[in-house]
């Protein structure tokens, strides 16, 4: 109508934004990733780092996630699960939620992914290659059946998965996380 204004609240397509936010953040040092155990009777796992964004699941206590990603937001210490997801480590309170219990577990990760990220997953022929060769479409399904670490040009810091589907793809790897995009697959 005219002289009346309405507002539109866009967030909710404009999602990704907030996703790049929390992975630009910066890295808890004392809290390295990998397996963490739940400490509290129960912690709510957000969509986005923020604690008022969506709950997409909750740990209960003693309940063990792996997390690929450690960021620090004010006060609080915040986890990104491996399937995506996030995890308050420390509360803005400075309670503790999550203790570390060791290293990433590669063989507790192997298994189906599905490519989440827009853009689709980088493709790598080998590890060790600086740059990736092809994509994986988002919304496809693939299965992983070994994990590693990568270390040297688009593969730095990612956690990588070797696909094990039958058909022409097997045996070429896939990013399942990457510093620089967050969760991938």
Same mark, same amino acid.
């Given at each position: ?67 690929? &990603?450690?960021?620090?937001? /004010?006060?609080? +210490?915040?986890?990104? $699960?491996?399937? !995506?997801? %996030? #995890? ?67 593969? &730095?810091?990612?956690?990588? /998965?070797?696909? +094990?589907?039958?058909? $022409?793809?097997? !045996?070429? %790897? #896939? ?11």
């Amino acid at each position: 109508a005219p002289g009346k204004r309405q507002y539109v609240d866009l967030s909710k397509y404009e999602g990704a934004e907030g996703g790049r936010r929390a992975i630009q953040a910066p890295d808890a040092a004392a809290y390295p990733p990998g397996r963490y155990k739940c400490v509290s009777s129960w912690v709510n796992c957000r969509e986005l780092p923020d604690t008022s964004s969506p709950i997409v699941g909750r740990f209960v206590q003693e309940q063990e996630l792996s997390l690929v &990603a450690v960021k620090v937001f /004010g006060t609080a +210490v915040r986890g990104l $699960a491996e399937r !995506g997801g %996030w #995890v308050s480590i420390i509360a803005s309170g400075g309670k503790i939620l999550f203790e570390r219990q060791g290293d990433l577990d590669l063989k507790a990760l192997q298994g189906r992914y599905r490519v989440v990220a827009a853009a689709g997953a980088l493709v790598f022929s080998s590890l060790g290659i600086t740059a990736g060769a092809a994509r994986v479409k988002a919304g496809e399904e693939f299965c992983a059946g070994e994990l590693a670490h990568g270390q040297d040009g688009d593969q &730095a810091g990612a956690l990588l /998965g070797k696909r +094990v589907d039958p058909g $022409a793809a097997s !045996g070429e %790897w #896939v990013v399942l996380f990457s510093p620089s995009q967050g969760v991938v697959s």
